[in-house]
C-alpha cells in the first residue's frame, strides 16, 4: 500500500494522472499472479497445512497466474519487468533483515516441503551425483576444546556450499553440557557462512557410538559424505580408528584424516601439494581414480579456499616408468580442469624418501595407504615439516566428472 501511495503522490505532482492506472494495475496483478503461485505450489505438494474449505482444481489458479502474467505484459511490458524486479529486491532486502513472526509464516515450512520433494526426487531417479558433490562434512566430538585444531580447516573444507554435521559423543550425564558447547561451534561456523547442524548421543564406547551414528544418518535424504577425523596422539586408539574407517567405507562415505604439524599448523596458506602413488607401470588414466578423485576435489577445494598455489607430486619407483607419470600427471592436470599454472613433480621414489625434498608447502595432501600405519603417517608430517591430510574416497566422488 505504501509503494501505491507513492506512485500516486508521484503522478499527482507529475499532473500525470493517467501514469497511474498502468502502475497500480501491475501491483495487483503481481499480487494476484503470486497469491495463484502459492496455491498451486501447496496444492501441488499435498501438505496436510493446506486444507481450504473450498476445494478447486490446480488449474483454476495454474490459470490464474498464466493470466496474469499475460495481462501485465500485454498492458505493459518494459512496467512489468520493473516491478517484478523492484518486488523481489524488496524481498531478498527483508530475507537479509531476518524478520520473523511470533507464530511463524508459510514461508519456511514451503521452502523445507519443497526440499523434500526435491530430495525424494534425487532418490527415485536412481542418478549420480558426481557432478553435484560437495563436502557434506561430519566432524565427531567429544571435546569442543579439541575443534580448536582442526576447525579452520573444515571451515575452509566446507566453504561456500557445503555444510558441516556435529556429532558429539558424550558420557552419561553430560549431554546437556556437550550439546550447550557445540551450539557455539555451530554458531562459529555459521558465522561464517558455513552452513552447520550439531546433534548429541549418549556414549558408551566411542567407535562403536560414532559408527552407529554413521549407519543413522547414512539413511537420511541429505547424508554426509565426509567423514573428518584427527589422528589421535595414543597408538591404542588406532585399532578402533581402523574399525570406523572401514565403517565409513561400508556406508559410502569417505573419509580425511587429519595430521596436524604441532609448530607450523597450517602455515601462511598459501601452497598445496597434492600427492599421487605409485600407478605403474602403465600409469592409465581411467575415469574413475582408484583412491584419488577425493584427494583430487580436496585439494582443487582448499587452492581456492585459500588462494593458493597447487603443486602435484607423482611417486615413481622405477625410473623407467618417468615418462608415464609425466603424461599421466599432465592429462590430470589437463582432465580435472586444474588450472594452468598447477605445477607437476616427478618423484624418485616412494613418499617416504622423497617427502624431505619435496617443494615446502603448507598443506599436503595423501591418499591414505590400505592399511593404516600410524607411524607412517606421521613420519611424513615431520618429513614434510607441515600438517598433512590423508583422504579415502568412498565411491560417490569423481575429479573428472
Known amino acids: 500500500m505504501l509503494l501505491t501511495a507513492a506512485i500516486v503522490l508521484a503522478a499527482i505532482m507529475l499532473r500525470e494522472f493517467n501514469a497511474i492506472a498502468p502502475l497500480v494495475t501491475m501491483i495487483f496483478l503481481l499480487t494476484c499472479s503470486t497469491i495463484n503461485l502459492v ?93 553435484a558433490w560437495k563436502p557434506s562434512i561430519l566432524l565427531p566430538v567429544e571435546d569442543p576444546d579439541r575443534l580448536r585444531g582442526s576447525i579452520e580447516l573444515v571451515e575452509d573444507l566446507a566453504s561456500p556450499m557445503g555444510s558441516v554435521k556435529l556429532l558429539g559423543i558424550a558420557p552419561s550425564g553430560q549431554i546437556d553440557d556437550l550439546g550447550k558447547r557445540l551450539t557455539g561451534s555451530r554458531n562459529a561456523l555459521m558465522d561464517a557462512n558455513v552452513f552447520a547442524s550439531s546433534t548429541v548421543m549418549e556414549s558408551g564406547r566411542f567407535p562403536d557410538d560414532l559408527c552407529a551414528g554413521m549407519q543413522v544418518l547414512a539413511g537420511s535424504f541429505f547424508r554426509p559424505n565426509l567423514l573428518f577425523l584427527e589422528l589421535p596422539k595414543t597408538n591404542e586408539t588406532h585399532e578402533a580408528l581402523h ?7 561400508r556406508q559410502r562415505m569417505g573419509v580425511a584424516l587429519f595430521v596436524k604439524h604441532e609448530t607450523a599448523g597450517l602455515g601462511r596458506r598459501r601452497r ?108 611424513l608430517r615431520d618429513a614434510t615439516g607441515s600438517s598433512c591430510l590423508f583422504t579415502r574416497d568412498s565411491g560417490d566422488e569423481s575429479a573428472l566428472a
Request: charged share 20%; aromatic share 10%.
Open 39 to 131: 496455491v498451486v505450489t501447496e496444492q501441488s505438494l499435498r501438505l496436510i497445512s493446506f486444507r481450504p474449505l473450498l476445494r478447486i482444481p490446480v488449474f483454476v489458479p495454474v490459470i490464474g497466474l498464466a493470466g496474469c502474467l499475460f495481462a501485465m505484459f500485454i498492458i505493459n511490458a518494459t512496467f512489468s519487468l520493473i516491478a517484478i524486479v523492484v518486488v523481489a529486491a524488496l524481498y531478498f532486502v527483508l530475507l537479509r533483515r531476518q524478520l520473523s513472526a511470533p507464530t511463524g509464516d508459510v514461508r519456511s515450512g514451503l521452502f523445507a516441503a519443497l526440499a523434500e520433494w526435491a530430495a525424494k526426487q534425487v532418490k527415485l531417479s536412481q542418478g549420480t551425483s558426481d557432478r
Open 243 to 249: 574399525r570406523v574407517i572401514k565403517e565409513a567405507k
Open 272 to 379: 598445496v601439494n597434492l600427492w599421487i602413488p605409485d600407478r605403474g607401470p602403465e600409469w592409465k588414466m581411467e575415469m574413475e581414480l582408484e583412491n584419488l578423485d577425493l584427494a583430487v576435489l580436496l585439494a582443487y577445494r582448499m587452492m581456492e579456499s585459500w588462494g593458493a598455489k597447487l603443486t602435484v607430486i607423482a611417486a615413481v619407483e622405477d625410473e623407467s616408468h618417468k615418462g608415464q607419470a609425466e603424461k599421466f600427471l599432465a592429462r590430470l592436470v589437463d582432465l580435472a580442469r586444474l588450472p594452468a599454472a598447477t605445477a607437476a613433480h616427478v618423484a624418485d621414489g616412494d613418499f617416504g624418501r622423497y617427502a624431505s625434498n619435496a617443494p615446502e608447502a603448507d598443506l599436503n595432501i595423501f591418499p591414505l595407504p590400505a592399511e593404516l600405519n600410524a607411524e607412517f603417517l606421521w613420519s
